[in-house]
């Protein structure tokens, strides 16, 4: 029979995550002349959804990409194009915009609006106020959207340079077919890619210079070319531990087992198939690592040999194949009992996948693998999932994170990890 759940159980299960990506943040929005004004209308509209308010100011080029009238039902509120509009009471949307904003960012930055920024132009109210914003406080996002011979040109390249020197924040370029039909670098980051970037760009950044590498999704233990074993592991958790991570600063490594998620921006991503290619896999990736966070549900057992061939049924016979199986290698407590763990050079987080008794299973297999911080969750209730609840234990006791978005708590995670790894200065 199966034990009725503890409270703090039923607490971990039920709690509803309310939070967004951007809550309460203020941004500029700025638009200038060119194709990718289009994305820019998603995009605010993904700020907006995100919790975000939105100023948008567009150049007169842009206005001819796209309508004012567009900008201002998606952001709720009036577009700003000249500089001598009243509207303001002082008459000075520059210094307000650019003083009320969490950050201003301009998509698409087009090249003759990144060559104003580089020399210090004011000419239009974008720019004004671009220019008029204080610097140490308000940052300025660049994403810039070309043709890739504009893009190429050492001139754009010069000018970039300056404005990274003046403190721009650059967003890449991505490469690809272009609206003139070439094809090549210089097109604007999509919608959500944009997103993505601000979201780790506005992030603190407690895990800066520290390598991560994160093991994620479940294995693939083949029997023959056409079966294997598995579990129902999603990835969700590791790749959003992944996300959480470089967000907070981290140069992240992702080892990945066989799942369907797209890799999180700025991670780089190693996928594998078995046990045994993770573990080499992993084994190779924490040379150098600082921390290591093991998402992974590992298969503990392999075939002993894969058929070379379809195992195929005999007529008849109504007996089924015999597996002779073999212990897979723990990724974990290996690299937690390697000499730099144990020297205190590579931080080892561990999970857990329990289906009862969660605390007392997960104290047990903290002590097994040998890991100063254990993660435990119940499988049942998060493999597949958006959503989860963590109990993370250590040498300080039991910690909650009660039941959220994995997004939300691959944040809170890699928070808890940060203070560990900082001696609590984080
Ligand atoms: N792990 C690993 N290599 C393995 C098995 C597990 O690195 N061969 C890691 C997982 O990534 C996780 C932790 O060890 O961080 C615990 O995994 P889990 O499947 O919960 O535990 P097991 O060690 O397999 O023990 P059991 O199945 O008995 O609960």
Known sequence: MEAAPS??????????????????????????????????AEFCRLLVNAGATVQVVMTGAACRFITPLTMQALSGRPVYVSQWDDRPANNMAHINFSREADAVIVAPASADFIAQL???????????????????????LVAPAMNREMWA??????????????????????HGGQACGETGDGRMLEAEELLEELIAFMAPKPLLGQQVVVTAGPTYEAIDPVRGITNLSSGKMGFAIARAAREAGACVTLVAGPVHL???????RIDVDSALNMHAATIDAVQGA??????????????????????KKEDGAGSAPQLALAEN??????IAHSPRAQAGDLYCVGFAAESEN?????????????????????????????????????????????????????????????????????
């Open 153 to 174: 040109h050492p001139a754009t390249q010069r000018n970039l340079r300056q404005i990274a020197a003046d403190g721009a924040h650059l967003l890449p370029v991505a």
């Open 329 to 334: 290698p723990d990724i974990l407590a290996g």
């Open 262 to 268: 797209s890799t999180p921006r700025g991670v780089r």
């Open 358 to 426: 969660l605390q007392a299973n997960a104290q047990a297999k903290r002590a097994r693998k040998g890991v100063p911080l254990l993660v435990a969750n119940i499988g049942p209730a998060t493999f597949g999932r958006d959503d989860n609840a963590l109990l993370l234990v250590d040498d300080e006791g039991v910690t909650e994170l009660p039941r959220a978005s994995k997004r939300v708590l691959a944040r809170q995670l890699v928070a808890e990890i940060a203070r560990r790894v900082s001696g609590g200065e984080a």
């Open 290 to 311: 600082s921390i290591f966070i093991a998402t992974a549900a590992v298969a503990d057992w392999r075939p002993v040999r894969a058929a070379q061939h379809k195992i």
């Open 118 to 140: 580089a020399q210090g132009q004011a000419g239009e109210l974008l720019a004004l106020l671009c220019l008029a914003r204080p610097l140490a406080q308000v940052p300025l």
């Open 7 to 40: 409270a703090t159980l039923r607490s971990m299960m039920n709690t509803k995550d309310l939070g967004s990506e951007l809550p309460g943040r203020h941004f500029v929005l700025g638009l200038t002349g060119g194709v990718a004004a289009y994305k820019a």
